[in-house]
């Protein structure tokens, strides 16, 4: 009987481990995605058709966003912008490069939280192909008075799919994510969400199949 416990307990605190590894990963989740953030969408759209992605600042704190001049990168052979709607007074020039797209902006009083910069339309070639919206940050300071301070935020890049099947989800396909504005670390963002659910799973399991332990512990030991 006591072995029998003894093995009991032993996997109960490798359930305990494993509850405490969900929680330790969810809190990790947690504080890998605050922080100020470029982060440009994702699209889909079939051969010859066109796609649009939006350019925003996420979590930008006092005093706010106050200049930015932000480069997209495309891949000319897939995919042609098209159109680009920019916000709070920026502007923007589709052919500052031969597969480069730059919007700039300014504001005084500056732009704190998340706001949409800019949105990008992009027309699909006649083959199917996929093109990478690479994100690059040459300017992207604070509204400090009399002297603005570069944000160094985590980018998020994007990326135009052009296909004749349509994607699996509406959100076509998840951007990658640099932390930081030079070459960073990157991260599939839906891989990592899947992982954090099914650590927290197994955290609450733990939790569960420990009370049951204790349960049969206990009734083990009246006998």
């Given at each position: 009987?006591?072995?029998?416990?003894?093995?009991?307990?032993?996997?109960?605190?490798?359930?305990?481990?494993?509850?405490?590894?969900?929680?330790?990963?969810?809190?990790a989740?947690?504080?890998w995605?605050?922080?100020?953030?470029a982060?440009?969408?994702?699209?889909?759209?079939?051969?010859?058709?066109?796609?649009?992605?939006?350019?925003?600042?996420?979590?930008?704190?006092?005093?706010?966003?106050?200049?930015?001049?932000?480069?997209?990168?495309?891949?000319?052979?897939?995919?042609?912008?098209?159109?680009?709607?920019?916000?709070?007074?920026?502007?923007?020039n589709?052919?500052?490069?031969?597969?480069?797209?730059r919007?700039?902006?300014a504001?005084?009083?500056g732009?704190?939280?998340?706001?949409?910069?800019?949105?990008?339309?992009?027309?699909?070639?006649?083959?199917?192909?996929?093109?990478?919206?690479?994100?690059?940050?040459?300017?992207?300071?604070?509204?400090?008075?009399?002297?603005?301070?570069?944000i160094?935020?985590?980018?998020?890049?994007?990326?135009?799919t052009?296909?004749?099947?349509?994607?699996?989800?509406?959100?076509?396909?998840?951007?990658?994510?640099?932390?930081?504005?030079?070459?960073?670390?990157?991260?599939?963002?839906?891989?990592?969400?899947l992982?954090i659910a099914?650590?927290?799973?197994?955290?609450?399991?733990?939790?569960?199949?420990?009370?049951?332990?204790?349960?049969?512990a206990?009734?083990?030991?009246?006998?």
């Amino acid at each position: 009987m006591r072995m029998t416990q003894r093995k009991g307990w032993r996997l109960g605190l490798v359930l305990v481990a494993a509850a405490v590894a969900g929680v330790f990963a969810l809190v990790a989740q947690n504080a890998w995605a605050a922080g100020p953030t470029a982060s440009l969408g994702s699209a889909h759209a079939a051969p010859g058709a066109s796609a649009s992605v939006e350019l925003e600042s996420l979590d930008i704190e006092a005093p706010g966003l106050g200049a930015w001049s932000i480069d997209i990168t495309y891949d000319p052979d897939v995919v042609t912008p098209t159109g680009c709607d920019t916000e709070h007074g920026a502007v923007c020039n589709m052919e500052f490069g031969e597969d480069m797209i730059r919007t700039a902006g300014a504001t005084a009083i500056g732009i704190e939280g998340s706001t949409l910069l800019a949105t990008l339309t992009f027309e699909c070639a006649d083959a199917e192909g996929e093109s990478a919206l690479t994100v690059s940050l040459p300017d992207f300071a604070d509204a400090t008075l009399g002297g603005p301070v570069q944000i160094n935020p985590a980018i998020v890049h994007g990326m135009i799919t052009c296909s004749n099947t349509p994607p699996a989800a509406p959100t076509a396909v998840p951007g990658i994510v640099d932390t930081g504005t030079g070459a960073g670390s990157t991260a599939n963002g839906s891989d990592f969400t899947l992982l954090i659910a099914l650590l927290a799973g197994a955290g609450l399991v733990a939790f569960a199949g420990l009370g049951v332990l204790r349960t049969r512990a206990d009734r083990a030991n009246r006998f």
